[in-house]
């Protein structure tokens, strides 16, 4: 029941006692005014419901806040169609609720939208998120009403989830050494399986000799076999991927905020760089290791996707201990470790890296 509803009803009864206490035609008139307004109100809500078709969707997934101290604006898109010929749509109200799975924000709003005959619609519904994170956006329900507001009714309802990830600016920082950005490939056992190069150690593709070919690159084994010059082209060794570990422990939001800020600086530098990073945290909420390999932008998103998943945690050797029971004896020899908590020497030791660069993101700031 609506404002309008319960106004009107008021209206009713007074009418009513009215046109009983001072019966005359004039107040008969009235009284019957008022019972058949409402029956119009209502058939031309039903026609309107008939005509007017809701569509709800995402342009862009993916938010970047301006600043960390500003708020991110997440938006939606409500797209709204009135079909018929006579009947405006005055009025239309949407139920939309928002939960940041990362950081636990959640709430809920309603804005109000108007269509005019034969035309389509677009409306942007915007919502601000302070903490980075994956935001999910559904719409719950879309109402009409009438040019009263006697009457209401549901066109639409439950529409499907939007998700958007909320991403923090990008900063510079600096990771010590030349050595992280992989300058040289020479000792690299991963090579490239659609550009050939400079490689001998590793045959990318053999073929009938040119002019300007070098001859030292003359297969000749199967140049006598065949008859004809071969020539071996070398592969392209890839540079080796950077282990990173991810460290969810944070005691407020923003210092996840810090800590997402520095992946994704990280991440971005590296790529520009040409080199590729193996991601490794703790997923909490499935009791499992994860462990991610990012070497394009998009990779990196969908790998922000199934972090955002997890839930921060208070516990500093959660990510540690986790990682010490499920890496089953397999040391590696340099890795990152990013992190806003303060953690001992002989805690890391037990990640088994030889070389491992601990970055606390809280003195980036």
Known sequence: MTMGTLIYILILITGLLVSVICLSYGTVA???ALIIVPLFMLAFLIVMRLRVNVDVGCKNPVAEKDSMEKP???TI???VENTGKWLPVSKG????RYKNTFSGEKGKMKVRFSVDTGKKRGRRIPVVIK???NVSIKVEKVKLYDYLNLFATTIGKNFETQDVLVMPPIKEIYLGRDRWYNETNEDSDRFSLYKKGDDPSEIFDIRDFKDGDRIQSIH????????HYMVKDGSLPLAKAIYIFVDLCAATCEEADLLVQGIYSISMQLMEQGVPQNYIWYDNKNDIIQE??????EELFWMFEDLFKCHKTEDPGEL???YMEWEEGRPKETGLYLTVTQHTESELNGLGVAELLVIDLRDEQ
């Open 320 to 322: 540690i201990r986790a």
């Open 220 to 227: 000749w084994k199967l140049s006598s076999k065949t008859g």
């Open 292 to 297: 991610c390999l990012i070497e394009h932008e």
């Open 131 to 133: 903490h980075c994170g």
């Open 72 to 74: 991110a604006r997440v």
């Open 93 to 96: 109200l949407v139920w939309v």
């Open 30 to 32: 009235v009284m019957g």
């Open 77 to 79: 898109a409500l797209m």
